[in-house]
């Protein structure tokens, strides 16, 4: 199986070498656990591999706000952005409640750009907006992402407590769990690979730390 490396250290070693590709990986968490930072670093990663990525914002945080949140992390460089990493809003397609358009303008998005890796954060805002044809936009969408030969990270927003959303569970390749912890009287984050297909990976939780120069690590002590 062709695989290609996650750019987050310390995790290709939980999951033979890399994520498989071409696959489609949901990357879910709770509000403030690092998801958006392990998908930047997913494509900084294939930018310095001079693949190509492109980020679909939905519905929470517009181009402007992504690119200064980004600019603060030490891997990613100015140059990337329109060159090798290209954001596209989907909040417009998305409001409008057509899921046709939501799928065109992806559609469209992936033939201009022709990425290796792509990121969609988070999905879930676009199931609030869908509701009932929600699971069928994912059965959808899950279909075109698998015509691409790219590997796509989609990120789903859970309440506290909540591992990851369902809908979407049942149509990914892999998912990740992004956790946080009251456990030890004092707030930690964790990293879990819950399911990764064709892939013996790690089970467990894995200590995870952020920072301005790395983003999201693996550390290496396990619980
Ligand atoms: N520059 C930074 N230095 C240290 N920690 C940071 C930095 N930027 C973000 N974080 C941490 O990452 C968390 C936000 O990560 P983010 O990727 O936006 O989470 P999510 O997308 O899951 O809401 C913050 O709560 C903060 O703890
Ligand atoms: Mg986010």
């Not at 070693?13 to 392990?38: D, H, M, R, Y």
């Not at 140059?79 to 046709?100: A, F, K, N």
């Not at 899950?142 to 149509?171: C, D, F, R």
């Not at 990764?196 to 920072?211: F, K, L, P, Y």
């Amino acid at each position: 199986m062709e695989r290609i490396p996650s750019g987050i250290p310390g995790l290709d070693e939980l999951v033979e070498n890399g994520f498989p590709f071409p696959s489609v990986i949901l990357v879910s968490g709770a509000t403030g656990t690092g998801k958006t930072t392990f998908c930047l670093r997913f494509l900084c990663q294939g930018a310095q591999r001079g693949e190509r990525g492109l980020f679909f914002t939905t519905l929470s945080e517009p181009v402007h706000w992504m690119l200064r949140f980004s600019s603060q992390f030490g891997f990613m460089r100015p140059e990337y952005i329109d060159r090798d990493i290209v954001y596209v809003d989907l909040g417009d397609q998305i409001r409008s409640g057509d899921p046709e358009k939501i799928l065109e303008t992806i559609d469209r998005s992936i033939a201009e750009v022709m990425p290796q890796r792509i990121v969609i954060d988070p999905i879930t805002v676009v199931g609030e907006m869908l509701k009932k044809d929600y699971r069928s936009f994912l059965f959808d969408l899950s279909n075109h992402l698998k015509h691409w030969n790219a590997t796509t990270l989609v990120t789903g927003e859970v309440q506290p407590g909540e591992l990851y959303p369902p809908e979407i569970a049942y149509t990914v390749d892999g998912i990740v769990l992004l956790l946080l912890s009251d456990e030890h009287g004092d707030r930690r984050k964790y990293l879990e690979v819950l399911k990764m297909r064709g892939t013996a990976h790690s089970s467990g939780r894995h200590s995870i730390d952020i920072s301005r120069k790395e983003g999201l690590v693996v550390l290496k002590a396990r619980f």
